[in-house]
């Protein structure tokens, strides 16, 4: 027998290449997908625990709201409320502040720091920036707590009060950049 002509070469090349071609990128596909697949495992997991964690902290963001801008149910939240719903965000935003995007974390911080004075002293809890008399003179109380004497030490000096526009813009940048973080459109901005 003599060698085989270039072209029957050819033909078994391509003969052997072209299934070996499709077996390659039947395979690299089928890798993508499931790089893809896991991908969106992941991103569907990272959404349910930031939707627990946002169901978590929503209501404390807006007793703080309510008892910052004298809206809502403010008058059923004391000073220990609002001084404890802080205390709690702080730990659950510390834990998980990387579960979310770096934006989240920073409007947490704008939005505390104009509420609270912090870092006041050892042992002692951050002050509200909060005026202790409502708009009408009268002290913060409701039928649901009796004031106690002691609270007016967890005030901040009158001064130091934070205006309540700033209040709700902090808090609408911190809901907004929640949203954000869960894949819905941007909410409304809040009316003054």
Known sequence: MGSWPTLEVAKLVVGVLTPLSVA????????????????????????EKRLVIYDDIAP?????????????YWKTVSPADAIRAKRELDKTLNIYRHVFDAEVYEAYQDYIHILFETYTDIGHDA???????????DRRTDAAYAWIDAWDACFAEPGNAVDKRA??????????ALT???GVAAPVPMQA
């Open 24 to 47: 390659l990128l039947g395979w690299l596909f089928s890798r993508q997908l499931k790089r893809l697949d896991l991908s969106n495992w992941t991103n569907q997991k990272l959404i």
């Open 60 to 72: 404390k963001l807006n007793l703080l709201l309510c008892f910052f801008t004298w809206v809502g």
């Open 127 to 137: 002050r509200l920036r909060a005026l202790i008399r409502s708009p009408d003179g």
């Open 167 to 176: 209040v709700r813009d902090k808090y609408g940048a911190l809901m907004a």
């Open 180 to 182: 954000r973080s869960l």
